[in-house]
């Protein structure tokens, strides 16, 4: 089986255009999980459950949205 060498360049250039979309999704849930995680810690601390997980969530929803969209439009005017 002999490996075709336009095949392989195709292979490299689609993943070339779609690396930097790769990791997006994984960040927007770290971002998301780790906010949450802080509002329960300090609805722990100052016993005030659930405002601040709450707050904190809709805090990490927006702040990786932001992140997200941001870098989709980057990587999107990086192509022209």
């Known amino acids: 089986m002999k490996l ?3 095949k392989i360049k ?4 689609f993943y070339k255009e779609i690396g930097p979309y790769l990791g997006l999704g994984l960040q927007l849930a770290v971002t ?3 906010m949450v995680f802080i509002g329960v ?3 722990g601390k100052f016993n005030t ?3 601040l997980t709450i707050i904190f969530s809709f805090l990490g929803v927006f702040a990786g949205l932001y992140t ?4 989709v439009l980057k990587a999107g005017n990086d192509k022209k």
């Open 4 to 6: 075709d060498p336009d």
């Open 10 to 13: 195709g292979a490299n250039n």
């Open 32 to 34: 998301v999980t780790i």
């Open 41 to 43: 810690w300090l609805d």
């Open 49 to 51: 459950d659930p405002v």
């Open 68 to 71: 997200f969209i941001k870098s």
